[in-house]
Every structure is written in C-alpha cells, then in structure tokens.
C-alpha cells in the first residue's frame, strides 16, 4: 500500500496554470453577468491569479490571450508578474473573433485572410520571446455548418501549410500545442476535431509540436484517459486545458461534473510518464466561472486537480500489475477503486500547514478580505471579459 508521506515530494511538484480569462467576465450566449471586483487590466488578472497561488502553492504561472491581455511593454509585464510570483505562460492566439474569419482562419480559401491568422501568430511568438512563455496554444474555430460548405481536404491541406510556416517562427526553446474541440462554433464540421487530427497535423511539423487536450472538448462518453496514454505512449501530449463538462464545452470546474475522470485521467498521466517537472506535459486550467465568484472558483479547481492527483499517486502500481497479471479482473480493480476512495483531504491539508500554506485554502481566502477589497478597489472602468 502506498503511503501519503511517500507522495509528498511529487505532490510538491505539482503546477497547474491559471487562464487569465478565468478571471473576466464571461457567460453564456443569453446573458453576462458581472462580478465586483472583476479586473479591468491584466495586471489586476495577475494580482488574481497570485492569490491563487499565495493559498495553495499550485498556480505559479498565467496563461495569456491575445489580443484580449495585449499590452504596449510585455518586459514591464513580465516584471509585474515575477514581483507577485508568477511566470507568464503559455499564449494563446485568438482567430475567432475578428470579421475577417467568418469562413477560417488558417484554413481560409483566401491566402490573405490565411497570412493575416498567420501574422497574428507571428505577433504572439514575438510576444512570447518578451515574456520568456514556453508554449503557443492555437485553438481553431475553423469549420462549417452545411454539408458541402467548404472543400473539407483543402481545408485540411491549408491548415497543415499555414501551421508549417507558424511552426518555423517558434524559437528553440518553444512548443506549438494544437487544440481539438468535437463542434462549436461549426457544427457540420470542424478543422481540428479530434486528437487524431490533432496528432496528424503536429506530427507533420516536428518535435516542438504537440497535441493539447482540453478535456471539456469531447463527445458525452469518451473515454479521455484512453486518448492520454495513447498520447503519452506516442509522445505527443504537450498540455492539458482542464475543466469539466456535463452537456457540451462548459467550461466548468475541474472536477466538478465527474471527479472520477478526473481521478482515471491523471493516473493515466502518472503511468504514462506525464506527470511532474520534467515531463513534456503542462497542465492548465481553461474555465470560466459565470455565476460563482472567480477567485474562489480557481482555487477550488486546482485543488481538486490536487486531490485527485494524490489518489492516483496513491494507488500501488506493483499489486496493480501483478493483479492484472493474473486476470485478477476484480482484484485489480479493486486496486484502483481503493485509491478512488481514499479520503486525502486531511493528509493534504496537515501537509498544507507544515509548507506554510493555509490547511483550508478556500476557508483562508473567504477570511482574507481580498474580495471585499477589489470590490471596493476596482470601481469604474471597463471590467474584462471574453472579447475584451
Ligand atoms: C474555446 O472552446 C476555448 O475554450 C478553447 O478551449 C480555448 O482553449 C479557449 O477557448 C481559449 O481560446
Ligand atoms: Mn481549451
């Protein structure tokens, strides 16, 4: 049986990535509502994304959005964030909200809307260089909505051609990470629909090329864990966008809708060699809290990535393997199922006190009075938001 002592020094590796998005306003289609306190600038995001931190010790980095966290001085950013803490991680293009991609963006028919999504990568990997990020995620909303709406294998070689000439911009010490989503915006078809097709086009590309998983971005039933270790096995998982869902991409807590997922997914990750400071594979928050307060939703998320990551250290890979040995279905899992259920949340908060981290993050931050005090600080100005 393992022990928690004896996971401590990998749980003590651990960092997840905050989205600065999380932060701003976001909603549904039928209505945004806005929050007090919510951050106009993204140095106010990373005075969040720091508190974060400062209650759990898990969230040492912040991913940017551009053109949505666009600054004139990425170095005088970059300083910002290292005085509260924090790196800057990875960047995160945006070719979905400008008129000129109505029908695509790298997959566009035109060669001048191709080289303009081209060119705002450009400018993200510059941005990058300021701000020492490692990874450029690129998420497509390129699809269609009608049978017949667009030539699905040009599509496809465009994509692959204008995702050559981005690659070729990335510095030594950059990755490319390609997102697939299953539908939206498109709802025929998408360009990047699944991590095969993500896997097909990264790999054409190189080494610093590799698949990010966002596992909101599947259809009801797969069984995410599958694409992991396929993944790990075939050296392609370059980052996770946690979150969960219970209908389509909610972009709710992680951990929230299926907590044994989670659990299933991450000791996947840990078999498979993806776990810890020198593997390839970052993890990240992508989520947007609606209706519960931010700061408090990003702290619940991470820490549940952390629980869920001390069962799965938990579970004792040598009984497991003997057991699967044997065709001892029951019994192996069984294995499984006792580190699913081991109440960590007490050994994990003792550890919490003996690093100088609050026992209760959640119940720390609540007493703090930081919401209080950004209500009352961040008065007036335009709050940010998705779009913003
Ligand atoms: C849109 O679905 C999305 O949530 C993707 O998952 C991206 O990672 C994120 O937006 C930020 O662009
Ligand atoms: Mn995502």
């Not at 909603?27 to 720091?50: C, H, Y």
């Not at 991680?89 to 008129?99: K, L």
């Not at 610093?208 to 797969?222: K, S, Y």
């Not at 991470?302 to 799965?312: D, F, G, I, P, S």
């Amino acid at each position: 049986m393992t022990t928690f002592d004896s996971i401590t020094p990998q749980l003590a590796t651990q960092a997840i990535e905050l989205p600065s998005w999380a932060f701003g306003n976001s909603g549904t289609r039928f209505k945004v509502f806005s929050t007090p306190g919510t951050p106009r600038t993204i140095q106010e995001k990373i005075a969040d994304a720091a508190t974060v931190h400062r209650h759990t010790g898990l969230a040492p980095s912040v991913a940017l959005h551009i053109p949505w966290d666009k600054v004139e001085d990425y170095d005088a950013l970059r300083d910002v964030a290292g005085e509260r803490g924090l790196a800057l991680g990875t960047v995160n293009s945006n070719t979905f909200q400008d008129d000129a991609y109505k029908f695509g963006s790298l997959t566009h028919t035109d060669a001048a809307v191709r080289q303009k999504a081209i060119d705002h990568h450009f400018d993200c990997i510059d941005i990058m260089h300021a701000t020492g990020s490692q990874d450029l995620k690129i998420w497509l909303a390129d699809g269609t909505n009608y049978p017949g709406q667009g030539d699905i294998r040009g599509r496809q070689d465009r994509l692959a051609e204008s995702l050559q000439t981005i690659y070729g911009r990335i510095g030594e010490n950059q990755r490319l990470v390609l997102e697939y989503k299953f539908f939206e915006p498109a709802f025929y078809h998408t360009d990047v629909p699944d991590w095969g097709t993500s896997y097909a086009q990264v790999s054409a590309l190189g080494e610093r090329a590799l698949v990010c998983l966002d596992t909101g971005h599947h259809a009801p039933g797969t069984n995410i864990e599958f694409i992991v270790a396929q993944l790990l096995r075939l050296g392609k998982l370059g980052s996770f966008d946690f979150n969960s869902r219970f209908y389509a991409d909610d972009d709710l807590i992680v951990g929230a809708a299926d907590p044994f997922q989670l659990f299933r997914i991450l000791y996947e990750v840990i078999r498979g060699g993806g776990y810890g400071p020198d593997s390839p594979v970052a993890f990240m928050l992508d989520q947007c809290h609606n209706v519960e307060d931010k700061i408090p939703g990003q702290i619940r998320s991470v820490l549940n990535v952390q629980e869920m990551t001390a069962r799965a250290l938990l579970v004792d890979g040598s009984a497991l393997r003997a057991a699967q040995d044997a065709g001892d279905v029951l019994g192996a899992n069984a294995i499984l199922m006792d580190a699913f259920y081991t109440d960590v949340r007490p050994d994990l908060a003792a550890w919490r006190e003996s690093r100088g981290l609050p026992a209760d993050p959640m119940a720390a931050y609540a007493a703090s009075g930081y919401q209080a005090a950004i209500a009352v600080e961040r008065a007036g100005g335009q709050q940010a938001g998705w779009g913003a």
